[in-house]
Nanobody
Framework: VQLQASGGGLVQAGGSLRLSCTAS????????LGWFRQAPGKEREFVGG????????FYTDSVKGRFTISRDNAKKVVYLDLNSLKHEDTAVYYC???WGSGTASNEYDHWGQGTQVTVSS
């Protein structure tokens, strides 16, 4: 499966964005989908994930209550809604697909190219 992320941009602190990740290829509906981010000078970190049927989502503590993941298997799209954005959310955000069920990047086999989110303070 090939993934392409979009929707990043510049937003003021407290604002919102919606990121989208569109897939092509097969088996999209079977994958666990995840969002990761990488800030300048930092390692890539897990943000959140959603199981294949959309019934289960999981997030890193720093974004719980602010970010929401959803998916539309018919459209082959996964979304990440970012609310109450903080300056420290500034990063390149990546979507990924894998057969695992965790938060480690090595559990995801397919990656999108990333989209930049910049939050001004």
């Amino acid at each position: 499966v090939q993934l392409q992320a979009s929707g990043g941009g510049l937003v003021q602190a407290g604002g919102s964005l919606r990121l989208s990740c569109t897939a092509s290829g097969h088996s999209f509906s079977s994958y666990t989908l995840g969002w990761f981010r990488q800030a300048p000078g930092k390692e890539r970190e897990f943000v959140g994930g959603i199981r294949w049927n959309g019934d289960s989502t999981f997030y890193t503590d720093s974004v719980k209550g602010r970010f929401t993941i959803s998916r539309d298997n018919a459209k082959k799209v996964v979304y990440l809604d970012l609310n109450s954005l903080k300056h420290e959310d500034t990063a390149v955000y990546y979507c990924a697909a894998g057969w695992g069920s965790g938060t480690a990047s090595n559990e995801y086999d397919h990656w999108g190219q990333g989209t930049q989110v910049t939050v001004s303070s």
